[in-house]
Nanobody
Framework: EVQLQASGGGSVQAGGSLRLSCATS????????IGWFRQAPGKEREGISV????????RYAESMKGRFTISSDNVKNTVYLQMNNLKPEDTAVYYC?????????????????????WGQGTQVTVSS
C-alpha cells in the first residue's frame, strides 16, 4: 500500500523557518518523483517543488524559488521541504504527492501527480 506521511507543520512568526517531512512507504522510492504542494483556504492548490529521486533533479514553481528547498533521503525514503523567511501568505495546508518516473517535473508541479498518490496534509500557519 502506497503511503505518504507529511509532518513538520506548525505555527511560526513571519521570518521563521520550518522543515516539512514526507515519509513514504509501499513503493520503490528510487523510482518515483515526490512533490510538495499547498492549499490555502479559499484558494486553489498550488505546486511548490518536485524532486526526481532517480537523478536528483528538481523543479520549483517560479514564485517559490529562493525561500524553499526540496531534498531527498533515499535511505530514509523521505523527502524534505525546507522553508525559510516564511510569510503570512505561506499559511496553508501542505501536501506531498508521488508519481512514478519518468515524469515531466514541470507538469507535475502544475497538475499534481497523475498517480493520485497523496499524503495527508500538514498545517503551516505564519503569523505577522
Amino acid at each position: 500500500e502506497v503511503q505518504l506521511q507529511a509532518s513538520g507543520g506548525g505555527s511560526v512568526q513571519a521570518g521563521g523557518s520550518l522543515r516539512l517531512s514526507c515519509a513514504t512507504s509501499g513503493f520503490p522510492f528510487y523510482e518515483y518523483a515526490i512533490g510538495w504542494f499547498r492549499q490555502a483556504p479559499g484558494k486553489e492548490r498550488e505546486g511548490i517543488s518536485v524532486i526526481n529521486n532517480r537523478d536528483g533533479s528538481t523543479r520549483y514553481a517560479e514564485s517559490m524559488k529562493g525561500r524553499f528547498t526540496i531534498s531527498s533521503d533515499n535511505v530514509k525514503n523521505t523527502v524534505y521541504l525546507q522553508m525559510n523567511n516564511l510569510k503570512p501568505e505561506d499559511t496553508a495546508v501542505y501536501y506531498c504527492g508521488a508519481e512514478n518516473t519518468p515524469v515531466h517535473l514541470e507538469r507535475m508541479i502544475n497538475e499534481g501527480p497523475w498517480s493520485g498518490y497523496w499524503g495527508q496534509g500538514t498545517q503551516v500557519t505564519v503569523s505577522s
